[in-house]
């Protein structure tokens, strides 16, 4: 048990940490080249360990759902990283507590599940809380904020992201976090890669300088798959999902120190707002 707060804590920190270098390589490399680097150097890292793996056992099921997963997940972190390249850390981090309202909307829509009360109460306390983040920005809280091409971005980072989760989980449950961390490493590297060639980009050289970027993101991010998929395996999900909320709280202070970004006092409070509304929305899944 103890090993698994662990790792909960080394999500909550990974994340953010990976976003905060994504945005320092965009600054001089192609967004979508960027994204293929990084799966790419995540996969050769773990071929080795992979090659053990009998892959022929697996039903074909598993592959199908990562095929899936692997394409929603390339598309939505290149689509991230484009956001990051103009928006600012502390406007976008938050963003990612609307995951609990798309999972609100779909089980609605989808499985019939009606919303309890707190689970609307979570989604008002959200938006409300966003209010306060996107409040700090020129355009304030307004129609015209979302034709911002950074925030349209992120968005439709968070949907793509938010439906892969299923399809992950469903590899999970159906192999191990283990292969499922294997195929996740390989599926986005290949989608990542028909990205570049559908958006005809040039492969960039990797300098000195960029190399550490690209290793500590890579390194980030792997740690933040690996313990998703941990911590998913043994954990209340709905539990997990609502403290992993807790990395904009991370993203909001690596906002500050690493790209000097303002109104943090305004920011914070509509993080904390929104943490606490998606906890509320979670709250069933406690139990």
């Not at 048990?1 to 940490?17: A, G």
């Not at 609100?104 to 109460?121: R, S, V």
């Not at 911590?231 to 991370?250: E, H, K, P, W, Y």
Request: with cysteine.
């Amino acid at each position: 048990m103890i090993f698994t707060y662990i790792t909960l804590v080394l999500r909550i920190l990974s994340n953010p940490i990976a976003n905060a270098f994504q945005k320092k390589i965009v600054q001089f490399n192609s967004a979508t080249v960027s994204n293929f680097y990084t799966y790419a150097l995540m996969s050769l890292c773990v071929m080795p360990f992979a090659l053990k793996t009998n892959w022929a056992e697996l039903p074909p099921d598993v592959y199908t759902n990562a095929f899936i997963a692997g394409l929603l997940c390339s598309t939505g972190t290149a689509c991230l990283i484009k956001a990051l390249q103009s928006g600012d850390l502390s406007v976008l981090g938050p963003i990612n507590s609307y995951k609990c309202i798309i999972g609100l909307f779909t089980a609605f829509f989808l499985l019939h599940e009606i919303p309890t009360f707190l689970g609307i109460l979570g989604m008002i306390l959200i938006i409300f809380g966003s209010w306060f983040v996107f409040d700090a920005t020129d355009e304030g809280f307004s129609l015209k904020l979302f034709t911002r091409r950074d925030i349209q971005l992120r968005f439709l980072a968070l949907l793509l992201t938010g439906i892969e989760a299923a399809f992950l989980k469903k590899v999970i449950i159906l192999s191990s976090p283990l292969i499922s961390f294997y195929l996740w490493c390989f599926s986005g590297a290949i989608f990542s890669f028909v990205l570049i060639i559908l958006f005809r980009k040039n492969l960039e050289k990797v300098s000195l300088k960029t190399c550490k970027y690209y290793i500590t993101v890579a390194l980030c991010l792997g740690i933040m798959q690996f313990s998703t998929n941990y911590i998913f395996d043994r954990m209340n999900v709905g539990f997990a999902l609502a403290l992993f909320q807790l990395s904009t709280l991370v993203t909001l202070f690596l906002g500050f120190k690493m790209f000097n970004e303002k109104d943090m006092k305004k920011k914070l409070i509509g993080t904390i707002i929104m943490v606490l509304g998606s906890i509320m929305i979670l709250s069933k899944s406690f139990g």
